[in-house]
């Protein structure tokens, strides 16, 4: 059940946003995708969830061939950075959304969807706010209806692109410890792309440090920290320091 991507190449029109992108995570890993604007962290992410196909390469995940799943067969969770709720939909009707819209055969009774849109929000730490709105929402509570929603459809992949980038400092500090504990407590494999660092180290198992399409170096956070591979790394994790 490990995630196996392999020799991955994409290029749009001639620039290669990936060239050759291998690395190897086990089920239920935190893994995240840190590198500078423009360094594939995002592509690669996409390609992931289905929303882009690579020139070359496989990925390998739950037993399957995973390019040959369709994307809407995958089953994987998006969150984004800036939130893409439905506004004119209440927060719970929001974190349904997954369910209600799948084919009539497959889509769970109505007490089933209302009972795990109950179960999302005790676990989002947003109980009694079934009937609010987005506007009615700060930026945290809105992130908080994404993951919901994104855990609805009991995701094999959590794929998680910028999630805390609209959110001031202080927010996004709370936010991070939360989701890992939430991350913990479901086991899903979770892919989370930042271009911050110390965000990344904070919540990540492995981390892939990215640079012009290239991973530069992977492993734990501390074994980055400890001994960068290579002068890109080293000059990437001081700068981001302050150092």
Not at 15 to 26: E, I, K, M, Q, Y
Not at 51 to 67: I, R, Y
Not at 193 to 210: K, R, S
Not at 231 to 238: L, M, N, T, Y
Request: net charge positive; aromatic share 8%; charged share 25%.
């Amino acid at each position: 059940m490990s995630l196996v991507v392999d020799s991955i190449v994409k290029k749009f029109e001639r620039f290669p946003a990936l060239n050759g992108v291998s690395l190897t995570a086990p089920q239920g890993a935190f893994l995240a995708l840190v590198g500078p604007s423009g360094s594939g962290k995002t592509t690669l992410l996409r390609i992931l969830g289905g929303l882009e196909f690579p020139d070359s390469g496989s990925v390998h995940f739950a037993d399957l061939n995973w390019l040959d799943v369709p994307a809407r067969d995958r089953r994987a969770g998006f969150v984004f950075q800036q939130y893409a709720l439905f506004k004119h939909m209440t927060v719970e009707k929001n974190i349904a959304f997954g369910l209600t819209v799948r084919a009539k055969k497959l889509r769970p009774p109505k007490e089933e969807i209302a009972r795990r849109v109950e179960e999302l929000l005790a676990l989002v730490q947003l109980e009694g706010y079934n009937k609010r709105y987005p506007s009615q929402l700060s930026g945290g509570q809105k992130q908080r209806v994404a993951l919901a929603r994104a855990l609805a459809i009991e995701p094999r992949m959590l794929l998680l692109d910028e999630p805390f980038g609209a959110l001031d400092a202080k927010v996004r500090k709370e936010l991070r410890g939360w989701l890992r504990a939430i991350h913990e407590r479901m086991g899903i494999t979770t892919v989370f792309v930042t271009h911050d660092q110390e965000e990344a180290f904070a919540l990540a198992d492995l981390v892939a440090v990215m640079n012009a399409g290239k991973i530069e170096q992977y492993g734990t956070p501390q074994d980055v920290r400890r001994a960068p591979k290579t002068p890109f790394v080293a000059d990437f994790i001081e700068v981001q320091a302050g150092i």
